[in-house]
């Protein structure tokens, strides 16, 4: 797979502008909130129209290979041009939501069969790409959900796996709220999110922050990366669950068999 080469491997988050498209909505600094309550509609549909069309053009409709097959999502797969396409010519920043990560599988899978975890709570999913773990959080009964990616193509991909599983769609914020005040959450869910070490340090800060002044939940699913393994955090979390990965997605992940769901309690 061509396009997989610079990215897959989880090397550290590039934020690369790739298009005239994703400047325009980057420059804007737009939160992308589900369509109907979005005040300037008319401003910003032809370009969401654009990003919706490709989406759907290149990606694959698939609902079995993970830890959920009760979701329905739209991702990237061996039957998708871009695939097999030269990196260079994919038109956005590098698709991370395209993928299904081995920890945000873990964490869905954890609240589709815990609903208590969610039910009535406010949850944020933050880095939800695809948007897997907030769908798994709505599915099981959380009253108020926000899905943070800072990558606006996530946006619409969520809000597309959204109508895929026949859900209203939860407001999905894409903006960098690491540097932002802190809102008060009873639940953050984290898939995946420990690949790059300074991001895993910034992360840290951010959810200790969290803990100590809200007094939130949180939950971490991760697969075993170094980034993670290695990290002074390592100290501060309770294993909750661990699940043996599905074939598919142990090949899509390098030979990782399992991913693991941890409560961090600083
Ligand atoms: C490896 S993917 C995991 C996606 C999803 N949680 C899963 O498990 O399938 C990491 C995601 O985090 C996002 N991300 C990176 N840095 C972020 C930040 N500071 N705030 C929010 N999202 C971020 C990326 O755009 C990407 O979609």
């Not at 399992?258 to 409560?263: I, R």
């Amino acid at each position: 797979m061509a396009l997989s080469l610079s990215w897959m491997l989880l090397a550290p988050f590039t934020t690369n502008c790739c298009s005239l498209l994703m400047k325009a909505v980057r420059s804007r600094g737009l939160p992308l909130l589900p369509w109907n309550h979005h005040p300037r509609r008319g401003v910003r549909s032809v370009l969401e129209l654009e990003m919706k069309a490709f989406l759907e053009e290149n990606t694959e409709i698939i609902s079995s290979g993970s830890l959920t097959p009760e979701i329905h999502l739209r991702l990237l797969t061996p039957r998708c041009k871009f695939w097999w396409e030269r990196a260079d010519l994919w038109p956005y920043s590098d698709p991370y939501w395209a993928i299904y990560w081995p920890g945000g599988q873990a964490l869905s899978r954890y609240l589709l069969d815990n609903p208590d975890i969610v039910r009535g709570k406010s949850v944020l999913d933050l880095g939800s790409g695809c948007g897997a773990t907030a769908i798994a959080a709505k599915m099981s009964g959380a009253s108020r959900i926000l899905a943070n990616d800072i990558d606006p193509i996530a946006g619409m991909a969520i809000m597309l796996n959204c109508e895929l599983n026949q859900l209203n769609p939860f407001p999905i914020l894409t903006k960098n709220i690491l540097d932002l005040e802190q809102d008060k959450w009873d639940l953050v869910v984290l898939g995946d999110m420990f690949y790059d070490e300074d991001l895993a340090d910034c992360l840290h800060r951010w959810l200790k922050k969290c803990f100590w002044t809200h007094g939130t939940q949180i939950l971490i699913g991760d697969p075993g990366r170094p980034q993670f393994s290695g990290h002074s955090i390592q100290n501060q979390l309770h294993k909750v669950i661990e699940y043996s990965l599905p074939e598919p997605t142990r090949q899509e992940n390098n030979g990782l068999t399992t991913s693991t769901v941890w409560d961090f309690q600083p």
